[in-house]
């Protein structure tokens, strides 16, 4: 068998990250500067049925078989073979390496099972087509996550910005206008399934306020997707923006986060909201060439740990 390498990108969740879970539209796009990169080879002279994990990220140097029953990549290895009806595993290395930040809000876990899952398939001769692997990728995330609305592996595995809704068809979108994005790590880790559990939890409590306020985000993606679409940079600022003013009602940021989006946007970016599950993580800004600089610079006064860049190249822009 041969030598097989993989990878899978990182997300950005643009507009609608809670929301999506309880149905409503969100906009996410692939961020293709942090990467999970797998290599699986052939283990000569390994233990017969024996697949050997190393990832250094997840602290993990060990058979497949030691990994607790519901450890998400021993799931993803299950899924590959289950779907490909293979009985026996590999004998097989399989490192990863992951450049995302994990609890960060950025899609490490999706990432690492997708990655995982296109290498095992394509070392068993059968990769997986796009929408069997999301079908897999989901399962993972639901023992990652509790609750997952199925956004984060999507977007991963298409690696298109896309408008998703829970249950419906995946609609892709393009920007018209080039998008440029700085994203700030405000170092604090916080896992995705926490504050998914802590929403629901609040929802329980007073469910009128949360579902307004979510029906809002909803919205708020809609009319962030048609600026997305028609180049509209300020009113797709606006949307961000008014889209983190719920997160924040909804007490899923935290004063770290807080402390950026508001040195970002007074260094002149466009919108600035946190990105993923919050209480931590990221932050995402909207900016200009122009402005570039100036809010990297504010970033990093404001606590920024780590700050990353991205582009969506719009389809009638000729910049
Ligand atoms: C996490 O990237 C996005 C959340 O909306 C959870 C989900 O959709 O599964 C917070």
Redesign the pocket.
Known sequence: MPVISSSACA?L?LL??????YGQP?LAIPFSGLKVRCVIEPWINGPTGTLHIKARELQLNQPLQVLPEDNFLRKAVELVLAELGVSQTPTCKLTIYSDIPISA?L?ASAAIAVATMRALSAFLGHPLEKETLNRLAFET?RLM?G??????NTVIVYEQPILFRKGELIEFVYPSKNLHFLIADSGIKKA?AD??AYLAQQREGNPQFIEAALAEIGRIALFGRKAFEQGDLSALGEAMNANQALLAQLDLSCEALEKLIVAARQAGALGAKL????KGGNMLALITPETQEAVRKALLSAGAVSIYQTNLKGVQDND
């Not at 609750?147 to 984060?152: A, H, K, V």
């Not at 990105?275 to 919050?278: D, L, N």
Request: proline share 4%.
């Open positions: 997300k969740i609608g990250e809670h929301a999506v879970v969100a809000g899609g995330e996550h609750n997952p609305s199925g956004i984060d995705t504050t998914v990105t993923g599950g919050g």
